[in-house]
């Protein structure tokens, strides 16, 4: 699949996910196989061309995830535009637009999804972007505001017309928040009305799902085009199970689904922990992807940094557990003992015990 003339070499795609899908959780995701695209964690427009330091970091890739995609949020058209030009600069391959956030402090300044409640100024943020940029603009909408204003089918293709090289489509109203099941007939429906490629996102937590989503046609009413769904983004389903792409591209394959031992889930945390701990500490030149001028936190070397920088993975780790436990034999126990856990070394024990597996090292 291509988004302009970035080629994917699998339709699986991370989806962004604001306080989880961080540089090192990419890395480590990416590392499994399956995953054609990343895309970061939502950033503010204004906080990246007012160079806020803490913005621009989320905003950071590192080479091996790519191709990266970066999500920025905001609705005025010339910040936007500015924006994009920042993330063009940082090297990033996509810029994506966020017109589907429903959490009030975004919505309310005019961003996220109430952009879809006005679709010509919409329109005019892509217009703006497009023409500032040479790397594909994409958006990420939902179905709609609320029941009444679905109207993910025209907004689709107003931002085609303004210049959006490829649109997901969330199959839940901001009003829905995440209630009820995304509407994935809606997201094959607009895959066959564009011409651009449409990526649909919501409810896939098992790897055959991923692929159902995939072959997914609309209902046969509707007119029926060569183009169909041409990926799919899956959040929640990735920070339970971080195989999951690799094992959606298994079956696409023809091959039966990977088998991830405990052992492995385990491994998978150590390494996570171990990826955030050195976060920017030994990091070769180059290594990470940062806005020009950017001006960096200093490193953890004090006492006082390392053990900030130590609670910092410690609620990383956290929030992570909250997805990842779920589905798992004493997953309630392990989110109890991970959130008693005060230290690194009391959060590896945790997870050593719990899944059998010896540190790598701390
Ligand atoms: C914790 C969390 C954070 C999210 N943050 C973002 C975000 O920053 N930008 C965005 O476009 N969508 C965000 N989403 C929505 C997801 O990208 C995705 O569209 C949605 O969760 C439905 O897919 P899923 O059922 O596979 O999780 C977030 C979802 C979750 C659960």
């Not at 649909?200 to 169909?228: M, N, W, Y």
């Not at 150590?270 to 920017?280: A, C, S, T, V």
Request: proline share 6%; hydrophobic share 40%; glycine share 8%.
């Amino acid at each position: 699949m291509k988004i302009g003339s970035v080629q994917l070499a699998s339709p699986f795609v991370i989806a962004p996910m604001a306080g989880m899908t961080d540089t090192a959780f990419r890395r480590l995701v990416k590392r499994h196989g399956g995953c054609g695209l990343v895309v970061t964690e939502m950033v503010s427009s204004e906080g990246l061309v007012r160079g806020i330091d803490r913005t621009l970091e989320y905003a950071e890739y590192t080479e091996e995830e790519r191709p990266v995609s970066i999500q920025i949020f905001g609705g005025d058209p010339e910040k936007m535009a500015a924006a994009a030009q920042i993330v063009e600069g940082m090297g990033a391959d996509i810029v994506d637009v966020n017109m589907g956030c429903p959490v009030p402090k975004i919505s309310k300044h005019n961003a996220g999804c109430s952009l879809m409640r006005e679709p010509e100024h919409a329109a005019s943020v892509i217009n703006a972007m497009a023409k500032a940029v040479k790397i594909p603009v994409t958006v990420k909408m939902r179905a709609g505001w609320n029941d009444n204003a679905r109207n993910a089918p025209e907004l689709a293709r107003r931002v085609q017309d303004a210049g959006a090289a490829a649109v997901t489509i969330h199959g839940r109203t901001a009003e829905q928040s995440y209630t009820g099941s995304a509407d994935w007939d809606l997201v094959a429906r607009v895959a066959e009305d564009l011409e651009i490629p449409v990526l649909g996102s919501g409810d896939c937590v098992e790897p055959e799902q991923i692929v159902e989503k995939l072959l997914r046609t609309p209902a046969p009413a509707h007119p029926r085009t060569s183009r169909g769904i041409a990926g799919v983004l899956v959040g929640r389903g990735v920070l339970r199970n971080p195989w999951i792409l690799a094992q959606a591209a298994d079956l696409a394959a023809g091959r039966p689904a990977r088998q991830v031992t405990m052992a492995e889930r385990g491994q998978f945390l150590l390494e996570y922990i171990e990826l955030l701990q050195n976060e920017r500490v030994h990091e070769e030149k180059g290594f990470r992807h940062v806005a020009p001028g950017a001006s960096h936190p200093p490193r953890p070397t004090s006492h006082d940094l390392v053990r900030s920088h130590d609670r910092w993975v410690i609620n990383k780790l956290r929030a992570l557990m909250s997805w990842y436990s779920k589905g798992l034999d004493g997953g309630s126990q392990l989110r109890v003992r991970v959130n008693s856990a005060n230290s690194l070394e009391q959060l590896r024990d945790v997870i050593e015990q719990f899944f059998s597996v010896e540190s790598v090292g701390a």
